[in-house]
Structure formats: C-alpha cells, structure tokens
Nanobody
Framework: VQLQASGGGLVQPGGSLKLSCAAS????????VAWFRQTQGKEREFVAA????????FYADSAKGRFTGSGGDTPNMVNLQMSLLRPEDTGVYYC???????????????????WGRGTQVTVSS
C-alpha cells in the first residue's frame, strides 16, 4: 500500500487549504483513511478520519465545524478541506490507511498500518 499526501502550504489565519490523499494497493471502500498532525516534540494527533472512501467521517473536536472530509476526484483519493485555519493547526499532516474492522478506533494511530509522507501546513500571518 502506498499513500501520497498533497496540498499543504502557507496560509494566513482564517484561510483555507485542501489536503488530498491518494492510496494505491487497497480499496478505499473497505478502508479508513485518517489524517494526523504532528508538531515538533509532540506525538501525532488525530485530526479526521474518512470511512469507505468518504461515506462517513469523524473529526477531532478541534476540527469539527472547520474541516470537512470527502471523496476525491478519483476512487482512490480522499480530500480534507480545512477552513478557518488557526495558528495551532500548524504542523506536518500525515494520511494513514487501515482496513476496516468492527470496533475500530479511528482516533488511534495504531489502527492504521500504512502511512504516507507528511505535508507541511503552516498557518501564520
């Protein structure tokens, strides 16, 4: 399984960015794809998870009402639209994929078995 994340960049507070994650080697309809954020010296923090290619979504409290996950332009891609960005959203964003199973905890990094290289998001004026 390979994951490719894209869409990071520099944006001012209140701005928007769209992250994309393309997966190869595993169908998204039977997978969960999650976004985690990491800042220097801290563990990876759950941001959002998309299930079944975007049919269901789950968000960290800090992301609710500002971030929206959806299916991408192709069946193997999902997007995370981030709006009303804040400086504390800054970090390296990683997408990860795991096979769906009953009782899966979408917020735990251990639930995912493949990770892509991160993309930097910087929110600063």
């Amino acid at each position: 399984v390979q994951l490719q994340a894209s869409g990071g960049g520099l944006v001012q507070p209140g701005g928007s960015l769209k992250l994309s994650c393309a997966a190869s080697g595993r169908p998204l309809r039977t997978s969960a794809v999650a976004w985690f954020r990491q800042t220097q010296g801290k563990e990876r923090e759950f941001v959002a998870a998309l299930v079944g290619g975007g049919s269901h979504s789950f968000y960290a409290d800090s992301a609710k009402g500002r971030f929206t996950g959806s299916g991408g332009d192709t069946p193997n891609m999902v997007n995370l639209q981030m709006s009303l960005l804040r400086p504390e959203d800054t970090g390296v964003y990683y997408c990860a994929i795991g096979r769906l199973y009953s009782g899966m905890n979408f917020t735990r990094a251990e639930s995912y078995d493949s990770w892509g290289r991160g993309t930097q998001v910087t929110v600063s004026s």
